[in-house]
């Protein structure tokens, strides 16, 4: 089982549709991320969390809004996706962000299809 | 800045047979280095990591790495491939300075019975 929890598993949305993605993990990690995946491709990452603050940016479009609520939960609110969008979204986690570079626990990710 | 090279797209191998997926990065300081594995329909799990120290790493399921610094390589090697390895592996370098880990495009192994 991995110790990092996403919800939902599968999710399919409308262009117009607003959802979130969720991530959860309770291992005391401090840093959080969201990678976007596209299929036989390396994770390419979104968002990074450090201490609850935003601390990366990766110029992702404004149509994806990170969240992170407390230190062990993280979101990624969409509005307004396109059907580029469509991918297997990670949530990660890590002991620290920044320049500790530790090894990052993943989640078995949400399957997003924009229609 | 940092990359990583898998130069192996694809790998098939008979199980019981030794395996060994390469990577090579480029990074100016001492990396950090991880070999990450994917099973269909998963997340990435760690295999193992390099930070310092002996350069022959030990990891799970009985995967090894050896980080050579002159050849700007660290490969994964293991003896006697079973058929559950077959999945995609990621090799990444982390940058200390960016705080984020930069991911090879990844190997595909396909195991025959």
């Known amino acids: 089982d991995t110790e990092v929890t996403q919800t939902p598993k599968h999710l399919v949305m409308g262009m117009t549709n607003k959802k979130s993605l969720k991530c959860e993990q309770h291992?005391?990690?401090?840093?959080m991320y969201w990678y976007k995946q596209k299929a036989k491709k390396p994770p390419e990452l979104m968002f990074v969390?450090?201490?609850?603050?935003?601390?990366i940016n990766e110029s992702v479009p404004s149509r994806f809004s990170p969240e992170c609520p407390n230190s062990s939960l993280l979101n990624l609110h969409l509005h307004a996706l396109q059907p580029e969008d469509s991918a297997l979204y990670l949530c990660?986690?890590?002991?620290?962000?920044?320049?500790?570079?530790?090894?990052?626990?993943f989640g078995d990710g949400t399957r997003l299809s924009i229609l | 800045a940092q990359s990583v090279t898998q130069p192996d797209i694809h790998i098939t191998v008979s199980e019981g047979a030794s395996l060994e997926l390469r990577c090579n990065y480029s990074y100016g300081a001492t990396p950090y280095l991880f070999w990450y594995v994917q099973s269909p329909g998963q997340g990435l799990q760690l295999l193992l990591k390099y930070f310092s120290g002996d350069t022959l790493v030990q990891g799970i399921k009985g995967f090894e790495a050896e980080f050579k610094r002159s050849q700007s390589s660290f490969n994964l090697r293991k003896p006697s491939v079973h058929w559950s390895d077959a999945a995609e592996y990621f090799c990444?370098?982390?940058?200390?300075?960016?705080?984020?880990?930069?991911f090879g495009d990844g190997t595909t192994l396909t195991v025959k019975p």
């Open positions: 291992m005391g990690h401090r840093a």
């Open positions: 990444a370098v982390g940058d200390t300075n960016a705080g984020k880990s930069t």
């Open positions: 969390y450090s201490y609850e603050k935003l601390s």
């Open positions: 990660a986690s890590s002991q620290e962000g920044g320049r500790n570079n530790q090894p990052q626990h």
